[in-house]
């Protein structure tokens, strides 16, 4: 995964079919949300950061450009 340099706000106006997600740390109960971008294959998003106390949640938001991508990430 690559993650580039660039502020979510700014991520988020060049992919506008992103969504920013919340949802509590399974380990301490703060709200997380996924505010790193991220590009992989031929997938862009956004996925959340640790957590301050340390556990790493597995939410993103992502697109594809292509469907057989869609179809590898699914499994099918």
Not at 7 to 18: D, G, I, M
Not at 31 to 47: A, L, Q, R, Y
Request: with cysteine.
């Amino acid at each position: 995964m690559i993650y580039p340099d660039v502020p979510l706000e700014q991520w988020l106006k060049k992919y506008p079919a992103l969504t920013v997600l919340k949802e509590k740390c399974r380990k301490c109960g703060t709200e997380v949300s996924t505010d790193k971008p991220f590009i992989t294959d031929d997938f862009v998003g956004i996925h959340v950061s640790p957590c301050s106390c340390g556990h790493e949640s597995k939410i993103m938001s992502c697109f594809t450009r292509t469907k057989e991508s869609l179809r590898k990430w699914r499994g099918v």
